[in-house]
T-cell receptor, first 113, second 108 residues
């Protein structure tokens, strides 16, 4: 079964808009929640990550919101740009950082100019 | 400083053939892992290693072998390729997951 459920599968946003991708997890032992960005033909690249002791983390235009009680976390991309068009994966793991990451199915984001 | 280097980038195999996907990192990371990426399924962990001489299975290990004789290298072996192993394979290094560029494998 899929331990991390990601939605939506695809997303189209206008330039300058806010892109929101959601993930839900089942395993309460997970304690590290990263987001990866992947461009066609490339490997995933770590974008931003959060631990469950904080509810929000912001890096530039990218923000993770984390709701421990609901077992959900989301990625917000503010002022979305065409260069943000990529596939985004949420992931989760327990223990030390990125050990044995469990990935969501991915969201294909297209930002229209 | 190359990061994570995977070879080959593309490979076509016939059913039953064996091959080794190579992965090398130059960041002195103890932790390395192999994932496969299939449409609509994200990335799934095949095998991982927490240091030279130590490996363990991930979510989808069947049909794959690994070994870790040095810190730098973590090869993935397909023993007898099957069409179900057609996928894109990624090697990752380090706790935060520095990924290679991938190997696109087709088994016919």
């Amino acid at each position: 079964q899929q331990q991390v459920k990601q939605s939506p599968q695809s997303l189209i946003v206008q330039k300058g808009g806010i892109s929101i991708i959601n993930c839900a997890y089942e395993n309460t032992a997970f304690d590290y929640f990263p987001w990866y960005q992947q461009f066609p033909g490339k490997g995933p690249a770590l974008l931003i990550a959060i631990r469950p002791d904080v509810s929000e983390k912001k890096e530039g235009r990218f923000t993770i919101s984390f709701n421990k009680s609901a077992k959900q976390f989301s990625l917000h991309i503010m002022d979305s740009q065409p260069g943000d068009s990529a596939t985004y994966f949420c992931a989760a793991s327990k223990g030390e950082y990125g050990n044995k990451l469990v990935f969501g199915a991915g969201t294909i984001l297209r930002v229209k100019s | 400083n190359a990061g994570v280097t995977q070879t080959p980038k593309f490979q076509v195999l016939k059913t039953g053939q064996s091959m080794t996907l190579q992965c090398a990192q130059d960041m002195n990371h103890e932790y390395m892992s192999w994932y496969r990426q299939d449409p609509g399924m994200g990335l799934r962990l095949i095998h991982y290693s927490v240091g030279a001489g130590i490996t363990d299975q991930g979510e989808v290990p069947n049909g794959y072998n690994v070994s870790r004789s040095t810190t730098e290298d973590f090869p993935l072996r397909l023993l007898s390729a099957a069409p179900s192993q057609t996928s894109v394979y990624f090697c990752a290094s380090g706790r935060r997951g520095v990924f290679g560029q991938g190997t696109r494998l087709t088994v016919v």
